[in-house]
């Protein structure tokens, strides 16, 4: 008896599988879904490089309430509830390293830090450096609106993951987790992290109101990019004069780095006066 062709025997198990959901009650489209959804889970989990004893947490995890919705399913079968969890355990976690880390930082010393690493363009970007945007599971009129490289998504899913890790497995894999990654830059060789937390702005504000000169106006140099990944260039103006740019993924952002650019050229100019 002649063997079949290799691709005819994979359509040929694809359609005994198919027959098998049929007689257990479960639609095609249903049966499809649920093959996405662990097939992506699979690749988010090989790079956590944790095996979930229960993956129906990770699956969770990555279900946007676009996806829930389009499927008329309750939203607390969405990822939010263990966003709201990861939120407080990457709190946790974090503060823990840093308070070790740290031993002579003061409480708002660490709290300055600490937001510097859990914040959402911080978890956007650790969300990006795992592909997440590939694997969130969304309605399809959320991925078409640009929904796998929104902030807001991919950092929410972001904290789901650590609450679903936690659910599972506990502090230690989350730990181990964010050591590997969040986590790994961090030392006391670069303290220079305590400083990124300063409101740079209002110092700005508070050297122009002491000096006599005003407040300073920030205007918007250039905005370049698509949407979801725009990159502003803000000038920042004191007494009509401009002073300096700064860039940033935000206007926000720009702002501060324009502020602390021109912060450091006043105190500079100060110095060189002299007494």
């Keep these: 008896m002649s063997k079949r062709h290799p691709i005819l025997q994979k359509l040929g198990h694809a ?4 027959f098998s ?3 257990r ?3 095609p489209n249903a049966a499809n879904r649920t093959a996405v959804e662990r097939e992506n889970a699979r690749h988010v989990q090989k790079y956590l490089n ?6 129906d947490y990770l699956i969770t995890a990555l279900k946007h309430r676009s996806y829930v919705y389009s499927r008329e399913q309750s939203g607390v079968h969405s990822n939010e509830r263990l966003e709201f969890l990861g939120d407080a355990v990457l709190d946790l976690v ?10 002579r930082r003061r409480e708002g010393q660490l709290t300055q830090l600490r937001s510097t690493l859990v914040n959402r363009k911080a ?3 650790q969300a990006r450096a795992m ?5 969130v599971l969304l309605s399809s009129s959320e991925a078409r609106s640009g929904g796998r490289f929104r902030h807001s998504i991919l950092s929410d899913a972001y904290e789901s993951i650590i609450g679903a890790m936690y659910l599972d497995g506990g502090l230690q894999p989350v730990r181990r987790f964010l050591h590997r990654t969040l986590l790994r830059e961090l030392g006391e060789e670069r303290p220079a992290h305590v400083d990124q937390g300063r409101n740079y702005k209002s110092a700005l504000l508070e050297y122009t109101q002491g000096e006599g000169i005003g407040q300073p106006e920030y205007r918007v140099d250039s905005a370049v990019g698509p949407d979801h990944e725009k990159v502003f260039t803000i000038e920042v103006f004191v007494s009509g004069h401009p002073v300096s740019k700064g860039t940033g993924t935000s206007k926000k952002n720009a702002e501060q780095d324009a502020a602390r650019q021109a912060v450091e050229q006043l105190q500079a100019a100060r110095n060189n006066e002299g007494p």
């Excluded at 359609?15 to 198919?18: E, K, M, T, V």
């Excluded at 944790?50 to 993956?55: A, S």
């Excluded at 592909?131 to 694997?135: D, E, H, N, Q, T």
């Design 94 to 103: 974090v503060g823990e390293y840093i308070f070790d880390m740290y031993p």
């Design 123 to 125: 978890l956007t970007r």
């Design 50 to 55: 944790y095996r979930f004893k229960n993956p």
């Design 15 to 18: 359609a005994s599988a198919l």
């Design 25 to 27: 009650g479960v639609s």
């Design 21 to 23: 959901g049929l007689k």
């Design 131 to 135: 592909k997440l945007g590939r694997y």
